[in-house]
């Protein structure tokens, strides 16, 4: 039987205003963002822009002020490690598999291109607007001449991994990477030598402040030096061994060396010696660049920015996190504009409270230096509410009580181990949830808390009840537990496995759901007796669970194939469970929402993203007179992957100048290739006009394995460069 194919298209707008895609999530903490950057380019003393994980794109035209952050630009949910500019407006950026992407208009707008290899892509350099070089893992090396419409692989020698390219000039080029390799060019790079430099440290950054002046730097504090243009290679060492990541100098004197946990080191002797100053941060800082009259920027792990005006003296941040948390343990929410979320510090070990009062758009911290720290925090209304928390060693915990909105929390009283969970029905009953099976009950706001009889002895994470009757506990090794007579007797049931649960959710008396380890969702509609499994085809961690109603439900985790935060939504009671993008590596620990489309996730290094939108990405209006149309191509992961026959997916054709101007999206085609290349179905071939489209493919009677499928509109290999091509991969599971 051959594939079947459906085509709906879901949405082209002709209004009189245009659109820029905008995700679905936004940044709240830290600001402006939380993903690692890995490189930078400085343009003046106002603009700024830098990129790192996830498609993360995040600049500045007023010196710091304001913040533009775009993720996924390119479409592309890969690391991006290297960018770079020959102008205001033309770049490159490239990533992971293989990924380049180009931008005409500053940032705005990014476009692929086609690299020809998978590798991962380390660093690019452009010597005028037509011609420059991509490096990689395995020693790559990409050239192009038609400014990236097409690239050439260039003959290294080498399989080492390839971290840095630079140019001296139009034909002179330096590229070094893994176990003291180095490379030079004095063609543009029809040949490549190596030098040996007598290093096996590997060689992550290197810049020439003319000809023959030149510094590289890498791990265990290595620093190289070359006055007569790379012949010859003096070696220095910095004394603390750190692991160097880029260098940069800002005229024949003086430069800068940036490192691992916030160290950098300043030179104003041409190199010869080094010495420490303070970045102001103990996170590692990948990349650092300047501007002509001493303004300089530095940008690292977890999102870090820091700046100096004064030639690189002093150095502040940028990078702004409330409460100074390490992660987001609970977010809890009373309306649309205040909230609460409970957190933590690693380094401190202490708890940290902060509130909202305007969406999240700003977080204050209502207590800090509680110790232990704080893993819950439960409102019944907006002025009273709880928290608990635990230590490490499950010894200790606590529970915090506040009457007048936050401004003060006072410890109640009560000997509790290690607590996770907290849950009231209303202002005197309630109860809370912790290690060791203990379940802790108040029926006068938490004066006295009781010890129940739970049963087990195993950890217990969560805690929900519909009324002051009926509740359920989870934990350990799968356990859940149920009351019908607010915790006086507690009866065990079945979850059908023995993963870890870490959140329950009911939305009446009969119909839950609770999540956890091992890609654990299951469901029950009969309060509990039987517990359905629902398959989300992907190896996750699932901390939280909430649904607004029967059909819409959020879950938020770990991605375990990517190592990223996951936001998982289902509009059908759970029978489907899709990815929305998140755009963010930090894992998610907590999701609440107070209506269908606003709600909040909480994580890893204090994370807090907000949608408006149901987590869907938006048409955001901008100035102008042209049809309101997407101005992005896209090509969405197929939902569900793996899958068994059918599956979807998702692309969008945007408004293109390339492709005719507005409303004009160009020849589609969408094609599914086995993992031989050969074409196994056709699901688009013909023009199609900018708007959302949806296919369902049907794999029925094709084998178990990998597919890819490739969308292509236009001519994206003609020598215009006009269109736009993408391939994913997808498996069919029998």
Known sequence: MKPTI???????????????????????????????????????????????????????????????????????????????????????????????????????????????TDKYLLS????????????????VILNTTDSGMNWQFQTSNTTKNLYVIFFSDSITGWTSGLGGTLLKTTNGGLSWNPINVNTSATLTSIYFIDNINGWIVGSSGKVLKTTDGGESWNTLTITTNPNLNDVYFI???????????????????????????????????????????????????????????DGGNNWIYYTSSAGE??????????????????????????????????????????????????????????????????????????????????NHWHKQSGEFSSLGSIFFTDSINGWAVGNYGKIHNTTDGGFIWNLQTSGTSKDLFDVRFVDKNIGWVVGLSGVILKTTNGGLTWI???????????????????????????????????????????????????????????????????????????????????????????????????????????????????????????????????????????????????YPNPFNPTTKIKFTIPQSPLLGGAGKGGFVTLIVYDVLGKAVATLVSEEKPAGNYEVEFDGEGLPSGIYFYQLRVGDPESSSGQGFIETKKMVLIR
């Open 325 to 406: 948390t390490d992660y987001t343990s609970s977010v809890f929410f009373i309306n649309q504009d205040i909230g609460w979320v409970a957190s933590g510090n690693f380094q401190t070990l202490n708890g940290v409270i902060l509130k909202t009062t305007n969406g999240g758009s700003d977080w204050f911290t209502q207590q800090i230096g509680i110790s232990p720290a704080l893993n819950s925090v439960f409102f019944i209304n907006d002025r009273i509410g709880w928290a608990v928390g635990g230590d490490a060693y499950h010894s200790e915990g606590i529970i915090l009580n506040t009457n007048d909105s936050g």
């Open 124 to 139: 690019v350099y452009f010597v005028n607007n037509h011609t420059g070089w991509a490096v990689g893992r395995d020693g």
């Open 6 to 116: 459906f085509l709906r298209l879901l949405i082209v707008l002709p209004f009189l205003s245009s659109s820029v895609y905008s995700q679905g999530w936004f940044w709240q903490n830290p600001k402006p963002q939380g993903n690692e950057l890995r490189d930078i380019q400085v343009f003046n003393d106002s603009r700024m822009v830098t990129v790192g994980v996830l498609g993360t794109f995040v600049e500045t035209t007023d010196g710091g002020d304001n913040w533009n952050v775009r993720q996924y630009i390119g479409n592309t949910d890969n690391w991006l490690f290297s960018i770079y500019f020959t102008d205001d407006n033309l770049g490159w950026a490239v990533g992971g598999n293989g990924k380049i992407i180009k931008t005409t208009d500053g940032g705005k707008t990014w476009i692929n291109q086609e690299s020809g």
């Open 251 to 309: 005229n024949i004197n003086t430069g800068f060396i940036v490192g691992e946990a916030g160290k950098m080191y300043k030179t104003t002797n041409n190199g010869v010696s080094w010495f420490s100053i303070s970045s102001g941060t103990s996170k590692t800082l990948r990349a650092i660049g300047f501007a002509s009259n001493g303004v300089g920027w530095a940008v690292g792990n977890d999102g870090m920015i820091v700046k100096t005006t």
């Open 492 to 638: 065990a049931q079945s979850s059908g496995s023995n993963d870890h649960l870490l959140s329950v959710n009911f939305i009446n008396s009969l119909i839950g759901w609770a999540v956890g380890f091992g890609s654990k969702i299951i469901k029950t509609t009969d309060g509990g007796e039987n517990w359905v499994n629902q398959n989300v085809g992907m190896a996750a961690y699932f901390y939280s669970v909430f649904f607004n109603d029967y059909n819409n439900g959020w879950v938020v985790g770990a991605n375990l194939n990517s190592s990223n935060g996951l936001v998982l939504k289902t509009t059908n009671g759970g029978t489907d469970w899709e990815i929305n993008p998140c755009g963010t590596t930090s894992w998610l620990n907590s999701v609440y929402f107070i209506n269908l489309n606003t709600g909040w996730v909480a994580g890893g290094n204090g994370t807090i993203l907000k949608t408006t939108t149901a987590g869907e990405p938006t048409n955001i209006e901008v100035d102008n007179n042209s049809a309101q149309i997407p101005k992005l191509f896209f090509l969405q992961q197929n």
